[in-house]
C-alpha cells in the first residue's frame, strides 16, 4: 500500500524501476508518526520516550534548526534570528529533505509538533510525507497554563520536567535544569488560541489515522495509551476476500456464529459434516466413497475429506465471496493437511 501511495505521489516516468529501488531501501514497518498538541501538552516527552522505545528518530522544529546540518537550515535560521515566521513551504521542504536521510528511512521517524496548519500537512502530504499514525494530545486550557509556568529543560539530554507534575530524582539533573525561554501566560493564550483555530483543518485531513489522547492524566497512562495507538496496524483499504476457520468445542456455537456472520457478511456457511452428507446424497463418486463409513459409523479418512472440502472451497461463490468453515480441522495432522493444500484462514 505504501508503494502505491509513493507511486502515485512520485509519478515515476520508470514505475518498474522505481518500485525496485523502493523494496530496496524501504522499511515499511517503520514507524511514520506524529505527535501534535497544544503548548504544555508534553508533545516532547511523548516524542522522545516513542524513540527510545521504538528506536526511531525524533524530529522537531528545533533539532531541525539547531540540531541538524541541512541545505535549508541556514535560509530558516535567517528568518528566526530577524524574529520573523518561518515559511510554511521552507519548513515542509527541511522536512523533507531531513526524512529522505536513510536514518529516517530504516529506523523510522517520529515528528514532534509538526504540521501546524492544514497547509502545512497538505505540503507534506504533497511532497509524499504521510505518518502511518497521529496522536494528538488534548488537555484543559487552564491546566496547559499552568504547566507551562513550572516547565523546566535538561540542557543535556532535553528532556523536559515540571516542578510539581515531573520532578527528577537524580541530584545532579535536578542542579542542571534551566527554565527554557517561554512564554508567558499572555503569549500561551494567544498560542492555544491559535492552536484550535488550526486544529480543525489538520484533523480533517488526518482524521482516519489519529486518535486523541487526554494528557491531564499520569504520565505512565499517556505514554501507555500512546504505545498502544501506534502499533496497531490500520486496515488496508485492499479489497478482502474473508476466510473464516471457527474451532472449538462442542456446544460452544460455532454453527450459530457461523450462520451469523455468513447472514451479516455474504460469505458461504460451509459445514463439514453437512458437506459429507451432501456428497453422499449427490451420489458423487467422493460421495460413494465415503459412504461406507459413515453407513456403518466409521470416521471418514482424511484424505477423503479434505478432498471433498477442497472442491467445495475451490468453487467459484467461494473464491469471490470468501467462506466460513466449522467442523475442520479436529486435530493437528488435519490442520497440517489444510495448510499443504494451500487452504489457509486469514
Known amino acids: 500500500q505504501n508503494m502505491l501511495e509513493q ?5 515515476p516516468d520508470d514505475p518498474i524501476q ?8 524501504n522499511n515499511d514497518d517503520a514507524p511514520r508518526i506524529c505527535v501534535l498538541g497544544p503548548p504544555a501538552s508534553g ?7 516513542l524513540c527510545k522505545h521504538l528506536d526511531a528518530i525524533r524530529i522537531s522544529q528545533e533539532t531541525l534548526l539547531f540540531k541538524e546540518i ?13 524574529k520573523q515566521k518561518i515559511p510554511n513551504a521552507l519548513w515542509a521542504n527541511l522536512i523533507q529533505e531531513r526524512l529522505s536521510n536513510v536514518d529516517c528511512i530504516k529506523k523510522g521517524w517520529i515528528l514532534e509538533g509538526f504540521p501546524e496548519n492544514r497547509e502545512q500537512a497538505w505540503m507534506l502530504q504533497s511532497s509524499g510525507i504521510i505518518p502511518r499514525h497521529v496522536v494528538v494530545l488534548y488537555a484543559p486550557d487552564t491546566v496547559l497554563i499552568e504547566r507551562n509556568s513550572g516547565k523546566r529543560l535538561d540542557p543535556f ?3 523536559v520536567y515540571h516542578t510539581t507534575f515531573n520532578w527528577p530524582s537524580d541530584l545532579l539533573v535536578q542542579q542542571r535544569l534551566v527554565k527554557p525561554e517561554d512564554l508567558s501566560e499572555q503569549q500561551v493564550s494567544k498560542k492555544l488560541l491559535e492552536y484550535h483555530r488550526n486544529f480543525p483543518g489538520v484533523f480533517q485531513i488526518y482524521q482516519k489515522v489519529l486518535k486523541s489522547i487526554n494528557a491531564d492524566q499520569p504520565s505512565v497512562d499517556v505514554l ?10 490500520h486496515r488496508s483499504a485492499a479489497p478482502f476476500t474473508p476466510r473464516i476457520l471457527f474451532c472449538g468445542p462442542p456446544g460452544s456455537g460455532k454453527s450459530l456464529q457461523a450462520a451469523l456472520i455468513a447472514q451479516k457478511y455474504g460469505v458461504v456457511n460451509i459445514c463439514c459434516g453437512q458437506l459429507l452428507k451432501e456428497a453422499v446424497a449427490d451420489k458423487t ?24 472440502l ?20 479436529r486435530d493437528i495432522e488435519q490442520g497440517e493437511q489444510l495448510q499443504k493444500s494451500h487452504i489457509i484462514p486469514n
Open 7 to 11: 507511486l502515485l505521489i512520485h509519478k
Open 18 to 25: 522505481f518500485m525496485i529501488n523502493h523494496l530496496k531501501q
Open 43 to 49: 508533545k516532547t516527552t511523548v516524542a522522545m520516550w
Open 70 to 82: 541541512l541545505a535549508l537550515t541556514k535560509e530558516a535560521k535567517a528568518y528566526k534570528e530577524r
Open 157 to 159: 539530554t532535553e528532556e
Open 224 to 233: 501507555s495509551q500512546v504505545l498502544t495507538y501506534v502499533q496497531t496496524r
Open 285 to 308: 463418486k467422493l460421495g460413494e466413497l465415503i459412504k461406507p463409513y459413515i453407513d456403518n459409523g466409521y470416521p471418514v479418512p482424511d484424505n477423503l475429506v479434505m478432498k471433498i
Open 310 to 329: 477442497a472442491e467445495r472451497l475451490n468453487a467459484l461463490d467461494c473464491m469471490t465471496n470468501g467462506w466460513v468453515l466449522y467442523g475442520f480441522p
